[in-house]
C-alpha cells in the first residue's frame, strides 16, 4: 500500500498533485496579492476588477474544468490554471480589503513624514494588511489540494485523485482510504508550515494558529 502511494507521488514530478497544486497555488499568491494591493490603491483598477471577483466569486471553478481541458488538454496545464483561478479569488479579496481597512491617520504619518507612495506602500500598507493577506493565502492552500485531488479524479491517468478513483472502483477501499489520508496529511503540513512562514513575518502579532 505505502509502495503504491509512493509511486503514485513519485513517477513524474511534474504530474504529481503535489507539484500541481503548489504550482498553481504559488501563481495565485503573486498575482492575487499584486491585483489586490493595485485595486486597493487605484481607482481604475477597482472599478475594473472588484465587479468581476464579486461576480465570479460565487462560480464553481470547477464548472469551468471542460473550457480548461478543451484549451490545454487534459495535462497539467488544464489542472494548474484551474487551481490558480481557485485560489486567486480569496487570496486577492483579501488583500484588497487587508489594505483597504488600514487607518487613514497611518498614511497621513507617512505622508507628513515625507515617505514617497512607494515607501508609505512598503513599510506602512502592506505590514498593516499582511495579517488579512495571510488569512486569505491560508484559505486557498487547502483549496488548491481540493482541486487538484477533483480534476485528477475527473480526467487523468496518474496522480492521487486518479489513485483514488482507481482504487475504489478496483474495490481496494483500504488502499483508498490510505490514499485519501494522506490528502489530509499532506494538506496539514502545508497548513503548518504556512502557519510558521506566517509567524516568521508577521512577528508582531505571532500567533499558534491564524484564523480563518
Do not use: H
Request: charged share 15%; proline share 5%; glycine share 8%.
Amino acid at each position: 500500500m505505502a509502495l503504491a502511494l509512493s509511486k503514485s507521488l513519485a513517477i513524474d514530478r511534474r504530474k504529481s498533485a503535489l507539484f500541481r497544486a503548489l504550482t498553481g497555488f504559488g501563481m495565485a499568491v503573486i498575482v492575487g496579492v499584486i491585483l489586490g494591493a493595485l485595486m486597493a490603491r487605484s481607482r481604475w483598477f477597482d472599478a475594473l476588477f472588484e465587479p468581476l471577483f464579486s461576480l465570479g466569486y460565487p462560480v464553481p471553478k470547477i464548472a469551468l474544468y471542460p473550457m480548461f481541458i478543451f484549451a490545454l488538454g487534459f495535462g497539467s496545464p488544464s489542472k494548474i490554471a484551474l487551481i490558480f483561478l481557485e485560489c486567486l479569488f480569496p487570496i486577492a479579496l483579501n488583500s484588497y480589503f487587508g489594505i483597504k481597512a488600514v487607518e487613514r491617520k497611518y498614511r497621513w504619518s507617512a505622508a507628513n513624514m515625507g515617505a514617497s507612495s512607494a515607501q508609505t506602500f512598503f513599510k506602512v500598507l502592506a505590514p498593516a494588511a499582511a495579517p488579512t493577506i495571510f488569512t486569505g493565502i491560508r484559505v486557498a492552500l487547502p483549496l488548491s489540494m481540493v482541486v487538484v485531488v477533483i480534476t485528477e479524479m475527473i480526467g487523468d491517468s496518474r496522480g492521487l485523485g486518479y489513485f483514488i478513483t482507481y482504487s475504489s472502483a478496483s474495490f481496494k477501499y483500504p488502499v483508498a482510504y490510505a490514499a485519501v489520508g494522506a490528502v489530509a496529511l499532506i494538506g496539514f503540513m502545508l497548513d503548518r508550515t504556512l502557519v510558521l512562514m506566517r509567524n516568521r513575518i508577521v512577528f508582531w502579532e505571532r500567533s499558534d494558529a491564524t484564523p480563518v
